[in-house]
């Protein structure tokens, strides 16, 4: 379906809000930005629920961390924030219209972890966003949003559009589908976590949250190690999915 169109990025990773892609997928993301990818970030909402912070504040946090990741770009939805629903077509279509101009090769989806209603819905929201996107019949509106792309615009859209892969990011006990090694790149996703600091540091008075006590930092680098440890390598991220890989020879990835 896709012969005549290029792929306009080959990872993008959406989340429910600005800083969920890095604490999920960070290590991912650099390295393969890294390795001369096109990788990008879809953020939801712009996280104006949050305990800490205004959502200019978040946006400037996550364009500071894209900057670290060295992402192709940031695209953020105005979805609303506690309240985004895979049920409801303009969301489905906020999504499915994003996927259509940035034609992505792979994506996944950072919902972890999923304590909050948002994180619930986002692989189920994505995954209908992703089955419309091939329908040429259906012309979603354009959403609201704002985009970073170190200064480039947005491509323009196409008729339909069919991603390769798709994957979550794996929970903690649940079974991986791919494991990635980011042990070169633990440190990157470490500078641009720090970026955001309303979210993950206290005092200045912001409020205490889960995730801005130390204990959540450590729970990332803990989680790493952990999936690093059963590939035989210091860091990793997990990715969970369905999908599996057509091969027509022996392939020549480590197996763990
Ligand atoms: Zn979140």
Redesign the pocket.
């Known amino acids: 379906m896709n012969d005549k169109i290029e792929a306009g990025c080959d990872l993008l990773v959406v989340?429910?809000?600005t800083?969920?892609a890095e604490?999920g997928l960070g290590g991912v993301m650099a390295a393969w930005a890294a390795a001369g990818r096109r990788v990008w970030a879809l953020d939801l909402t712009r996280?104006e629920l949050g305990s800490n912070a205004t959502p200019e504040e978040r946006w400037a946090e996550g364009v500071a961390a894209a900057e670290v990741l060295g992402l192709a770009g940031r695209v953020q939805l105005e979805l609303p924030d506690g309240f985004v629903d895979a049920t409801n077509p303009e969301h489905v279509g906020a999504v499915g219209s994003m996927l259509r101009r940035l034609r992505p090769r792979w994506v996944v989806t950072a919902p972890e972890p999923r304590r909050?209603p948002?994180?619930v819905v986002t692989p189920a929201l994505v995954e209908k966003a992703i089955f419309h996107a091939r329908l040429a019949a259906w012309r979603p509106d354009e959403p609201v949003h704002r985009v970073w792309g170190g200064g480039a615009p947005l491509p323009a859209d196409t008729p339909t559009w069919q991603v390769e892969a798709r994957f979550d990011t794996c929970p903690v006990g649940g079974e991986a589908a791919l494991l990635v090694d980011i042990s070169a790149h633990w440190q990157t996703k470490r500078r641009a976590l720090d970026c955001y600091a309303s979210q993950f540091a206290r005092g200045d008075g912001r409020r205490a949250t889960m995730i801005n006590e130390p204990a959540f930092l450590e729970e990332i680098e803990r989680r790493a190690r952990a999936w690093g440890r059963r590939a035989g390598v210091d860091h990793a991220e997990a990715l969970s999915g369905t999908a599996v890989p057509l091969v027509t020879d022996l392939p020549g990835e480590v197996w763990c």
């Open positions: 989340s429910p809000h800083d969920d604490i996280g909050h948002d994180h």
